[in-house]
Nanobody
Framework: VQLQASGGGLVQAGGSLRLSCTAS????????MAWFRQAPGREREFVAS????????DYADSVKGRFTISRDNVKNTLYLQMNSLEPEDTAVYYC?????????????????????WGQGTQVTVSS
């Protein structure tokens, strides 16, 4: 599956952005999906994940209550609605896909568990 992320940009603290990730090449609903982010000098970190039809979601504590992950299997698109953005949210955001939804939350939150990656989209939050 090929993934293309978009929707990043520059926003003031307290603002909102919606990221999109469009999939092609395979049946989108066969894949669990996730968002990760990476700030300069830091490891890639888990943001949120969602099961094949969206029935289950998982969020990092740092974004819970502010970010919402969702998917549209008709449009082959994954979304990340980001509200109440903070300067600490500044990073390159990546979408990821894998055929397996690991039963281990720890594994799902590890970027090495995800096989397919988009190219990343930059989010910059100014204070």
């Amino acid at each position: 599956v090929q993934l293309q992320a978009s929707g990043g940009g520059l926003v003031q603290a307290g603002g909102s952005l919606r990221l999109s990730c469009t999939a092609s090449g395979r049946t989108f609903s066969d894949y669990a999906m996730a968002w990760f982010r990476q700030a300069p000098g830091r490891e890639r970190e888990f943001v949120a994940s969602i099961t094949y039809r969206g029935g289950t979601t998982d969020y990092a504590d740092s974004v819970k209550g502010r970010f919402t992950i969702s998917r549209d299997n008709v449009k082959n698109t994954l979304y990340l609605q980001m509200n109440s953005l903070e300067p600490e949210d500044t990073a390159v955001y990546y979408c990821a896909a894998d055929r397996t939804w690991s039963p281990s939350r720890r594994a799902r939150r590890n970027f090495t568990s995800w096989a397919h990656w988009g190219q990343g989209t930059q989010v910059t939050v100014s204070s």
